[in-house]
């Protein structure tokens, strides 16, 4: 007599994180070290050393090697170019190669005539060249640079949304495959762009592709993982992220070149050509679409592989009946989420959250030249950084979800705002300071996942994160702009930075308590006296165990 059992129960059988599964995550986890390359390589390939204008004044000209001259002479007390962007003019004294510091000044004052014509010299101390060096990047187009990298922002959004949809058709397997080849292909071809147009077309290729994988592989393990253990393997996913942050660092000091630099961190992803053979399709998807002999083939290779033979005489139930009732049962769509007050209320903060978390977490990490402080330094130690940030909340959220995220978002917020206060000599303790508040945003940002499956109830759930999902994208592409407001006040990203995650902070006390709460089915147990009283003790498990994938991490990453 035949057995007929579902999914979960079978995967219980087998085993929720054997050797099949750990030996999916190794592939998984794998590409995430290449997307974090990605992600945070314009920290460097746009990074925008000293300059000077030149000059077709002879007596003007920069001596024949620019590593001979001291960039910083002609630069402002207080940071801002005096000569970067305007020609020098009249006759100095002194030749500009032996110039002094107070010289420097005062002939920049004297003999500046107007926009730089003649071309920019560009120091090489730090960086052979970059993408503001090749194609002048600084003065009237320095803005371009900035919308360069939001324009790679707007392609994550834009990849979440296609590759969203065209993963539910053609499977995540394919998909992973499919993204993971186009962003080699554009990487590459983003390292031999003749102009700065195409350099920003390519990028913007590559960021939807980030998403594809991201989004994808993050659902492909969640759905072959037990319940247990979806937590832990989430987490490990952001380690291997951690890592290509660090590893970044010591790539680029290696690789001062943003052509080279650019090559280099793009080649390798064709390394992975060996997931046709290697990385599995979802048993789930297969079943959805009704091919559950080739999901049965699956779930039989695992159970070997785990040690857990399965039976010959154990078929698959499909498990969505009741899924298909609730369908039928509910027409709740998007505008649920602020129909009513109390899930307005709660649906208008989460948005919120996730824009400024991303806002954050994105305005500290791709503009850290701004602290000071030696570059590659700073962008070990911010990788260091997301390693014990992600940890902790291992251990906080059990104890308070609220309380948890109002904690480390406070701690962001207050630590952006004091790094105004610090003079420009002290860059240790800025850095230090801005280290401390990308240590609250990106726990900050870990808590919110989880935090969200539990606010949104079950029926408008993925609407909701969807939403959330939309709004934290917004927050990736405004990150790079909010830096213009440096021509109001260099200060000026910094405090907006700290005023709204301060705001997010004080707004957290406003949204319920979800640690050990019954998770809310639909919008009535919202709406109610306390969500806690409309369920049994035995639906106790939080909403991040029981709907996982709804942890949708192609806001990230």
């Known amino acids: 007599m035949e057995r007929s059992m579902n999914f979960d129960e079978i995967l219980s059988h087998i085993g929720g994180f054997g050797k099949f599964q750990k030996i999916l995550y190794v592939w998984i986890c794998l590409p995430q070290v290449l997307l974090a390359f990605h992600m945070l390589i314009s920290v460097f390939t746009g990074a925008v050393p000293p300059h000077l204008c030149r000059s077709n004044n002879t007596t003007?000209?920069?001596?024949?090697?620019?590593?001979?001259?001291?960039?910083?002479?002609?630069?402002?007390?207080?940071?801002?170019?005096?000569?970067?962007?305007?020609?020098?003019?009249?006759?100095?004294?002194?030749?500009?190669?032996?110039?002094?510091?107070?010289?420097?000044?005062?002939?920049?004052?004297?003999?500046?005539?107007?926009?730089?014509?003649?071309?920019?010299?560009?120091?090489?101390?730090?960086?052979?060249s970059t993408v503001a060096t090749e194609w002048d990047l600084v003065c009237d187009n320095a803005n371009l640079n900035n919308i360069g990298s939001s324009i790679y922002m707007f392609g994550l959004l834009v990849g979440a949304v296609l590759f969203g949809s065209l993963a539910d058709k053609f499977g995540r397997r394919n998909i992973i495959l499919v993204g993971l080849t186009i962003q080699s292909t554009f990487g590459?071809?983003?390292?031999?762009?003749?102009?700065?147009y195409i350099y920003v077309f390519l990028r913007f290729v590559v960021g939807t592709t980030i998403s594809a994988?991201?989004?994808?592989?993050?659902?492909?393990?969640?759905?072959?993982?037990?319940?247990?253990?979806?937590?832990?393997?989430?987490?490990?996913?952001?380690?291997?992220?951690?890592?290509?942050?660090?590893?970044?660092?010591?790539?680029?000091?290696?690789?001062?070149?943003?052509?080279?630099?650019?090559?280099?961190?793009?080649?390798?992803?064709?390394?992975?050509?060996?997931?046709?053979?290697?990385?599995?399709?979802?048993a789930r998807w297969l079943m959805a679409n009704q091919r559950n002999e080739e999901a049965m083939d699956l779930i039989r290779k695992a159970a070997l592989m785990n040690g857990k033979p399965l039976q010959e005489d154990i078929e698959i139930r499909q498990g969505y009946n009741d899924m298909v009732k609730m369908e039928e049962r509910k027409k709740d769509t998007v505008i649920d989420l602020v129909?009513?007050?109390?899930?307005?209320?709660?649906?208008?903060?989460?948005?919120?959250?996730?824009?400024?978390?991303?806002?954050?977490?994105?305005?500290?990490?791709?503009?850290?030249?701004?602290?000071?402080?030696?570059?590659?330094?700073?962008?070990?130690?911010?990788?260091?950084?997301?390693?014990?940030?992600?940890?902790?909340?291992?251990?906080?959220?059990?104890?308070?979800?609220?309380?948890?995220?109002?904690?480390?978002?406070?701690?962001?917020?207050?630590?952006?705002?004091?790094?105004?206060?610090?003079?420009?000599?002290?860059?240790?303790?800025?850095?230090?300071?801005?280290?401390?508040g990308k240590f609250g945003i990106t726990a900050s940002l870990s808590?919110?996942?989880?935090y969200s499956a539990e606010v949104f109830p079950t029926v408008i759930r993925q609407s909701g994160i969807g939403m959330s999902s939309m709004c934290a994208r917004a927050g990736g592409v405004l990150a790079p702009i909010i830096y213009l407001l440096r021509g109001v006040s260099k200060n000026a990203p910094m405090v907006l930075f700290g005023l709204c995650t301060l705001l997010g902070a004080a707004l957290?006390?406003?949204?319920?308590?979800?640690?050990h709460q019954p998770l809310a089915d639909t919008i009535e147990d919202v709406e109610g006296s306390s969500i806690s009283e409309e369920s049994e003790e035995g639906n106790m498990k939080p909403a991040f165990y029981e709907e996982c994938p709804t942890r949708n991490p192609d806001i990230l990453i």
């Open 60 to 128: 003007w000209a920069l001596p024949a090697s620019s590593d001979a001259f001291n960039f910083s002479l002609v630069m402002g007390p207080d940071g801002d170019p005096d000569l970067s962007c305007s020609a020098p003019g009249g006759v100095p004294s002194t030749p500009l190669a032996q110039l002094n510091h107070s010289t420097a000044l005062a002939l920049s004052d004297d003999h500046v005539t107007g926009v730089c014509q003649g071309g920019w010299e560009f120091s090489k101390e730090t960086f052979h």
């Open 188 to 196: 590459v071809g983003a390292a031999f762009a003749p102009n700065f």
């Open 213 to 282: 994988v991201i989004m994808n592989a993050f659902v492909l393990g969640t759905e072959w993982t037990g319940s247990k253990h979806r937590m832990l393997a989430g987490i490990i996913t952001d380690y291997f992220f951690g890592f290509g942050y660090i590893t970044l660092a010591g790539l680029a000091y290696l690789i001062r070149d943003w052509r080279k630099l650019q090559l280099a961190i793009s080649a390798p992803g064709f390394l992975f050509i060996f997931y046709i053979w290697v990385l599995p399709k979802s």
């Open 339 to 436: 129909r009513t007050p109390k899930m307005r209320r709660n649906s208008c903060i989460m948005f919120y959250l996730w824009f400024v978390n991303v806002l954050v977490y994105y305005g500290l990490s791709l503009n850290i030249s701004d602290f000071g402080m030696n570059i590659y330094l700073t962008q070990l130690i911010f990788g260091l950084v997301e390693m014990p940030a992600r940890t902790i909340t291992l251990f906080t959220l059990n104890r308070s979800r609220r309380i948890s995220q109002l904690a480390f978002l406070a701690v962001g917020g207050l630590a952006c705002l004091l790094t105004i206060f610090i003079p420009d000599d002290l860059s240790i303790i800025r850095t230090v300071l801005a280290m401390v």
């Open 447 to 450: 808590i919110v996942y989880v």
């Open 508 to 515: 957290t006390l406003l949204l319920p308590e979800t640690a």
